[in-house]
Structure formats: structure tokens, C-alpha cells
Nanobody, 123 residues
Framework: QVQLKESGGGLVQAGGSLRLSCAAS????????RAWFRQAPGKEREFVAA????????YYADSVKGRFTISRDNAKNTVYLQMNSLKPEDTAVYYC????????????????WGQGTQVTVSS
């Protein structure tokens, strides 16, 4: 069984920063990519960022481009999301995911999902 565990969420003022981490554990597995999605109350889950695991190519939603940075540590089997210049509209539960389909990394077609971590940005 593969488990993804997010950490690093919390409450921050607008303009602040947070760094999310997502560590994978359990049986050995390989994935094409890792990604972050988020879901705000009453809204659908939306793509935030993705990174291909081997080469490290990154993809971002337009709403976070220039403010968020996704990175990975292959040795630790961990993916990170550095979030700067946070806005109240960034408030959501953030989920990490592993797997992905080539050419469709912005869609939620991932094999494994974490439980999510709450990020709240106050104005």
C-alpha cells in the first residue's frame, strides 16, 4: 500500500508564505509525476502544480504561476510546494497526488492521493 502524507499547512496572513511537503511511504512504487491540487469549500478540486518525477519538468496553474514553486527530493521520495505572496483566494485543502498521465497532468488522473492539509489565508 502506498501512502502520501501532506504536512505544512496552517493559518497565514495575506502576503505570507507556507511550504507544504508530501512524503510517500509504503511499498516501492514509481510514478510519472507528482502534483498538488486544492479544493475550496463549495468548489471543485483544481490543479495547482505538477512535476515529472524523473526529469523535473514543472507545470503550474495560471493562478499560482510566479508565486508557487513545486520541487522534489527523489532520495526522500518527497515533493514540496513553496507558496509565497499568499492570497485569501488560496484558502483551500491542499492534496498531493502521485501517478499522472502523460499530457494530462492538469487533470486529476492520479493513482494515489493524500488526505489533504488545510491552508487558510487571512486578509
Amino acid at each position: 500500500q502506498v501512502q502520501l502524507k501532506e504536512s505544512g499547512g496552517g493559518l497565514v496572513q495575506a502576503g505570507g508564505s507556507l511550504r507544504l511537503s508530501c512524503a510517500a511511504s509504503g511499498r516501492s512504487f514509481s510514478s510519472y509525476a507528482r502534483a498538488w491540487f486544492r479544493q475550496a469549500p463549495g468548489k471543485e478540486r483544481e490543479f495547482v502544480a505538477a512535476i515529472t518525477w524523473t526529469v523535473g519538468v514543472t507545470y503550474y496553474a495560471d493562478s499560482v504561476k510566479g508565486r508557487f514553486t513545486i520541487s522534489r527530493d527523489n532520495a526522500k521520495n518527497t515533493v514540496y510546494l513553496q507558496m509565497n505572496s499568499l492570497k485569501p483566494e488560496d484558502t483551500a485543502v491542499y492534496y498531493c497526488a502521485a501517478g499522472g498521465v502523460y499530457g494530462r497532468l492538469r487533470t486529476p488522473e492520479y493513482d494515489y492521493w493524500g488526505q489533504g492539509t488545510q491552508v487558510t489565508v487571512s486578509s
